[in-house]
């Protein structure tokens, strides 16, 4: 059975400050995806990785993934209130784009001023 | 922009009935797929369709069943439904060679 797991689970962390979100996965995957969720809101693809090595960066946001080490990080820089919300990441276990997504539980960010 | 339209943002069901959370998506993607969101458990994939008339059961189908009669509309259909549905309900739909899955706005589900 395929796992995700994301820690922290929650995160409450001043502005300005830098901080990574990990997401570790029991099964190969040859893609990586992370969402942002506001409350209330439905899930906005952030990225996807889709090689060993990869790295993506909007804004204050990085991801990277490490295929060998079934490892991702999301890492926050510099966090402001706005960053606030819950990010998930997700793998694709069937893999070529099967688009099955199996997700970690979610990391809830809190940016306090 | 991709288009996923839930038809409701809210619904509340007695126990024992037939419920229909309706999807549509307006990009001609082939895939569709319905999760649900619980607190703690993240997203779970409850039944997927690849085309028309195709559906496969994802992780958690016990108790659900879907329909796709056309491209565009996934159906998840709770034939009888009970307060542990009681849940957020997430389509999304993709399509090759994109790589992303886009999701609709959701519908929150309480069965009493």
């Known amino acids: 059975e395929l796992k995700v797991e994301q820690n922290p689970l929650f995160l409450s962390m001043q502005e300005g400050k830098n901080y990574t979100i990990y997401c570790n996965y029991s099964?190969?995957?040859?893609?990586l995806y992370w969402y942002r969720q506001d409350p209330g809101k439905s899930l906005e693809s952030l990225f996807v990785?889709?090689?060993?090595?990869a790295v993506k960066q909007e804004g204050r946001l990085m991801a990277s993934l490490d295929t060998k080490a079934r490892l991702s990080t999301l890492h926050i820089t510099a966090a402001v209130h706005d960053l606030s919300a819950t990010y998930f990441c997700?793998?694709?276990?069937?893999?070529?784009?099967?688009?099955?997504?199996?997700f970690g539980k979610g990391t809830k960010l809190s940016v306090i001023p | 922009d991709v288009k996923v339209t839930q038809s409701s943002r809210y619904l509340v069901k007695r126990t024992g009935e037939k419920v229909f959370l309706e999807c549509v998506q307006d990009?001609?993607?082939?895939?569709m797929f319905w999760y649900r969101q619980d607190p703690g458990l993240g997203l779970r994939l409850i039944y997927f369709?690849?085309?028309?008339?195709?559906?496969e059961k994802g992780d958690i189908p016990e108790g659900y069943s879907v329909s796709r009669e056309k491209k565009e509309r996934f159906s998840l259909i709770l034939e009888s439904a009970s307060t542990n549905q009681t849940s957020m309900y997430l389509c999304?739909?993709?399509?090759?060679?994109?790589?992303?899955?886009?999701f609709g706005q959701g519908t929150r589900l309480t069965v009493v």
């Open positions: 369709s690849y085309d028309v008339k195709m559906k």
């Open positions: 999304a739909s993709s399509s090759p060679p994109s790589v992303k899955a886009f």
């Open positions: 997700a793998v694709d276990p069937a893999g070529a784009g099967s688009y099955q997504l199996t």
């Open positions: 990009m001609d993607h082939e895939n």
């Open positions: 990785l889709l090689s060993n090595g």
């Open positions: 099964t190969t995957s040859d893609r």
